[in-house]
Structure formats: structure tokens, C-alpha cells
């Protein structure tokens, strides 16, 4: 992590998001890392959760069947999820100078919800109710085949030996997945703020360096 790009992102709100099996997850942890390394102070938020009430309502959403449950319901369940972490979370960092970096975000929703049918430019005038001003200075989709991606989220479960089985979205059906990855990849003409697309096909060391590279390039 140069100087440069530390200094560049001090303050700074950045949402990792993407297909189930995408690997954002394992990209934010590196990044978190090299910052940290580099001598920034980085807050990791995950969404929904990271509170309290936050995490309440992760257990709802991703330990149902949300088959049962209504696209809107979803949707404000994972908006109110939001509303908390902004309070808590992520504008006290913020206003602190420190570098926030977020596991999803409104992005999600856009694509998972968008995904069930209901209207994006709707999804985001209700993340603008439940987080204000506090978007993210960027969003970064990690782009992936949904069979690729439920392959990989399969193989996790696997490696991780405890039992652990898909969760609520990673159950839902392949056609499901395809329109997600369609949604998150039309994201940057109809997101309120940057997006940026990064292929995440390949090692993890290879996708670090087109997140890297797509940091570098970002207007922030």
C-alpha cells in the first residue's frame, strides 16, 4: 500500500459488493490490512448488521425462508439495518478520518430486491431516507458468473467443515442469481455515486490488484 493511496482514502466511505461467492469479503480483509499496515486507522462494517439492532435483523434476513417474506418487508428490514450502522458506525468514523470499509451496502439491495422485481430507483429513494447524506464515496462490485459464484460459496461451506449450509439468498434459484449479477453490473448508470466494476475472475492475489488499480483511478 503506497503512501499516496492511504492518504487518498483517509476518510473516505468504500462499500465492497458483489454476486454471492464474488469474494468481496476476502478483497475488503486485504485491503483492511494494507491499510492498517501502512499506519491508517480502518473501521470494517458489514451490512446488514454491525450493531446491535443491526444484528438482530441479519438473523432474520439471512436464517428465514424468505420465500414467505415480501420483497418490501426485505427491503426495509435491510434499510433500517443501515440506518442503525450510519448512527453507530459508520458517520462517527467518518467525522473521525477514518478509512470506513463496508461488506454491502444499499448496492444489495438494488440487485437482490431489484432481482425479486421491485424498482431500484424506488430501493434508492429508501436508502436515502434510512442513511441521508452517508453514501459511499465508492462502491466496488466485484463481478462474477452466478455459477461460478455459487460454486465458490458452495466450496466455502464445505472448506469450513462446521456444518454451515447456504443462506438465505445463496438458496434462492440460478435464474435469481443471473438477474443479480445483471443488476450489479448495470449499477454505475443509475447509482447515486461511483461505482466501479472489477472482474473477479482469478487468484486473489490477481482481483487485489485490479481493486488496487480501480482505487488508484477512482474520483474521490
Not at 466501479?196 to 474520483?219: K, P
Request: with cysteine; net charge negative.
Amino acid at each position: 500500500m503506497d503512501i499516496e493511496l492511504r492518504d487518498k482514502l483517509r476518510g473516505k466511505f468504500i462499500v465492497f459488493d458483489g454476486p454471492d461467492g464474488c469474494g468481496k469479503t476476502t478483497q475488503l480483509a486485504r485491503l483492511a490490512e494494507a491499510l492498517s499496515t501502512s499506519g491508517a486507522t480502518v473501521v470494517r462494517a458489514r451490512d446488514p448488521g454491525g450493531t446491535k439492532v443491526g444484528d438482530r435483523i441479519r438473523a432474520i434476513l439471512l436464517g428465514d425462508d424468505l420465500d414467505h417474506m415480501d420483497p418490501r418487508c426485505e427491503t426495509l428490514l435491510f434499510m433500517a439495518s443501515r440506518a442503525q450502522l450510519v448512527t453507530e458506525v459508520i458517520a462517527p468514523a467518518l467525522r473521525a478520518g477514518q478509512t470506513v470499509l463496508c461488506d454491502r451496502f444499499i448496492s444489495s439491495t438494488c440487485a437482490y430486491q431489484g432481482a425479486l422485481g421491485l424498482d431500484v430507483d424506488r430501493v434508492i429513494r429508501l436508502g436515502t431516507e434510512a442513511v441521508g447524506e452517508t453514501w459511499p464515496d465508492l462502491t466496488c462490485v466485484l463481478d462474477l458468473s452466478a455459477e461460478a459464484g455459487l460454486r465458490r460459496a458452495r466450496h466455502r461451506a464445505e472448506r469450513a467443515n462446521d456444518g454451515s449450509t447456504a443462506d438465505a439468498m445463496e438458496a434462492r434459484p440460478l435464474d435469481f442469481h443471473r438477474r443479480v449479477q445483471e443488476l450489479f453490473c448495470g449499477l454505475p448508470g443509475v447509482y447515486p455515486k461511483p461505482v466501479v466494476v472489477v472482474e473477479a475472475d482469478g487468484s486473489i492475489d490477481e482481483v487485489f490488484m485490479r481493486v488496487i488499480e480501480a482505487l488508484r483511478h477512482a474520483d474521490l
